[in-house]
């Protein structure tokens, strides 16, 4: 049986932590630079519009960011084991309690006030029920084909060692 050297094994982990690096930069570019460049004025108006002790528009992209960031990295550095799918069902649980707490179980409620720049103050609720059980829905699949994937790696992975038993029985 081939056992790779101390050599190789460092080399494994800096390919690991290179691309898991990557993964956390293109996820930070994405999930936050972009957003905060293309909205950043319309996050920051709306966030004197949110109840007292809410998360801003600006906070809640934050930690948007970081789950998004965090998972990224986890996942790209376990890649090809069976922890990678635990991490992608533990991303997909925490986005949708993320996204549940952020749509306010459905109903979002805006207090508009002069300072905004609207002439009176305006009580505006949202229902957004029927977008946050899409996302439900989408984060759902998540967690069902991390499941499947999981299954699967470990079936293979299983398969392998097999396979190598009975190569190394010999034949009558």
């Known amino acids: 049986m081939y056992e790779p050297s ?3 094994k460092a080399k494994g982990i800096i ?3 290179l691309r898991a690096t990557l993964a956390g930069v293109i996820a930070y570019i994405m999930s936050y630079m972009i957003p905060q460049y293309l909205f950043g004025r319309l ?5 004197g519009a949110m109840p007292p002790g809410a998360l801003t528009p600006s906070e809640l ?10 998972f990224a990295v986890a996942i790209e550095f376990t890649r090809d084991t069976v922890f990678e799918h635990a991490l992608a ?6 986005l949708l309690f993320f996204f549940i707490y952020t749509a306010g179980g459905g109903v979002v409620h805006l207090t508009l006030t002069p300072e905004l720049g609207v002439p009176v103050p305006m009580e505006i609720t949202i229902d957004a029920t029927k ?7 989408i ?15 470990v079936s293979e992975r299983v398969d392998r060692e ?3 038993e009975l190569e190394r029985k010999p034949r009558r």
């Not at 996050?43 to 966030?47: H, K, N, S």
């Not at 977008?131 to 439900?136: K, N, Q």
């Open 43 to 47: 996050l920051r108006a709306f966030g």
């Open 61 to 70: 992209l934050v930690l948007f960011a970081t789950i998004v960031v965090f």
């Open 15 to 17: 390919v690991r932590v």
């Open 131 to 137: 977008l946050l059980f899409m996302i439900v829905g």
């Open 162 to 164: 097999l396979e190598r």
């Open 89 to 94: 069902i533990g991303r997909a649980i925490t």
């Open 6 to 8: 101390a050599r190789e």
């Open 139 to 153: 984060d759902l699949l998540e967690i069902g084909k991390s499941l499947v994937s999981a299954v699967y790696e």
